[in-house]
């Protein structure tokens, strides 16, 4: 069955850098974009950044350019997101999405995985 794993979520301090993993199975990557979302306590969910089928192409909030990185394997089945100069505003679950964009949409979330910056 699809499944999208995220990891590496957990406690930083300002200024501090985490990096998210998201494993994907049970369907064909490499023909799925794929997105990392997040949602703060009383907010709505948000796209904080996101990359094409094959890499080629990246975009991010606003809020992120310039700190986020994202990236992905499609040999590996995985999609990473690097996080760096992490600010208190960033704390959030961030989620992993996968979205296949073709004579019908197909979209997978993961479980999420959670993000607290903090001193």
């Known amino acids: 069955q699809v499944q999208l794993v995220e990891s590496g979520g957990g406690l930083v301090q300002p200024g501090g850098s985490l990096r998210l993993s998201c494993a994907a199975s049970?369907?064909?990557?490499?023909?799925?974009?794929m997105s990392w979302y997040r949602q703060a306590p009383g907010k709505e969910r948000e796209l904080v950044a996101a990359i094409t089928s094959a890499g080629g192409t990246t975009n991010y909030a606003d809020s992120v350019k310039g700190r986020f990185t994202i990236s992905r394997d499609n040999a590996k089945n995985t999609v990473d997101l690097q996080m760096n100069s992490l600010k208190p505003e960033d704390t959030a679950v961030y989620y992993c999405?996968?979205?296949?964009?073709?004579?019908?949409?197909?979209?997978?979330w993961g479980q999420g995985t959670q993000v607290t910056v903090s001193s």
């Open positions: 999405n996968a979205k296949y964009s073709g004579l019908y949409i197909v979209t997978y």
């Open positions: 049970g369907f064909t990557f490499s023909s799925y974009a």
